[in-house]
């Protein structure tokens, strides 16, 4: 039978509890010297930090992407939810692209064809409606689908910069009339979007220019930072795409949003800060039982933007 260990009875004597303790004490291994000495460099990291946002900093502000940043899934497939349900396109043309905003959902990252698709489509069936009626029903559109769908936790970081007196803007593929729409939703100061051809208040179909995507945001938001007397090392940007590396790159202050693998990886590789809003995200890699893949493949399928015209 085994012996019980020795205690200290609470009734012993100071001096000979801290013997007791002292005779027992485990020798630190090299694992828990390093545990050790990281814990106290980051709390003296934590106190010499300075304050961030810094507050009353005129030439700062912080520029946030929109899609998977701060609000889940891709606005431009949440528009076209909208106008399916305002009978712009047909039921049958819902199928071809169903399956993009389930992927979208579950991997939580862009792809550039389904992008490209979507963006094409959507030029295609705004032809010929006005612009003020588009504003009037993205703004219903937004309360239908985007609303419940912004990351508190990122909403939280833009309310940080807005508290400090910091300007703050969306910096989107996404139509600018949707991101404007976005933008003043939640308060922010404004929205860089893409921009589609309009004569007359009516839509031609035609971008100006090329989509608000990768290397166009950086130089979207250099133009910007010009033009409000901005200091780009004095600014944040939030994003959760690799696909936005060039805009990170630009400002002090780049944090990795809800990232993708890739810009994960490039992240940590250049100390940049990271934040991941995404419960459940650890079940998606692990994997998704087949009767949830299924219903978030139907889910995918009723909330996708199906708007590519087939080409006859």
Not at 12 to 26: E, S
Not at 152 to 161: C, F, K, N
Request: hydrophobic share 45%; charged share 25%.
């Amino acid at each position: 039978m085994a012996r019980p260990r020795p205690s200290a009875p609470d009734s012993a004597p100071a001096g000979a509890r801290r013997a007791w303790f002292t005779a027992r004490k485990q020798v630190p291994t090299e694992r828990s010297e390093l545990a050790g000495q990281a814990s106290a460099q980051a709390a003296r990291e934590a106190v010499a930090e300075p304050e961030f946002p810094a507050p009353g900093d005129p030439k700062a502000a912080a520029f946030f992407d929109l899609d998977n940043t701060v609000m889940q899934g891709a606005a431009i497939f949440h528009l076209g939810r909208g106008l399916y349900k305002r009978k712009f396109f047909r039921k049958r043309e819902l199928a071809k692209f169903a399956w993009q905003q389930a992927y979208f959902r579950l991997a939580g990252a862009e792809n550039a064809g389904h992008m490209a698709d979507a963006r094409d489509s959507a030029l295609s069936i705004v032809a010929g409606h006005r612009v003020a009626e588009l504003m009037e029903i993205g703004e219903e559109i937004y309360d239908e689908y985007m609303a419940g769908r912004i990351w508190p936790g990122t909403r939280a970081l833009a309310q940080a910069h807005l508290d400090a007196g910091q300007r703050v803007w969306l910096v989107t593929a996404a139509p600018v009339e949707t991101a404007t729409i976005i933008a003043r939703r939640l308060g922010l100061t404004g929205a860089l979007g893409t921009v589609a051809e309009s004569v007359g208040g009516v839509y031609t179909g035609r971008l100006v220019g090329e989509p608000l995507h990768g290397p166009a945001k950086a130089a979207a938001v250099e133009a910007l930072a010009a033009a409000e007397d901005l200091d780009l090392e004095r600014c944040a940007a939030y994003s959760d795409s690799a696909n936005d590396i060039p805009l990170l790159s630009l400002v002090g202050y780049p944090y990795a949003i809800n990232p993708d693998r890739a810009l994960r990886a490039h992240a940590r590789e250049m100390g940049w800060r990271l934040r991941d809003y995404r419960t459940g995200r650890k079940a998606v890699r692990v994997g998704v039982p087949a009767a949830a893949g299924a219903g978030a493949v139907a889910g995918g399928a009723v909330a996708a933007l199906a708007i590519q015209r087939r080409r006859r």
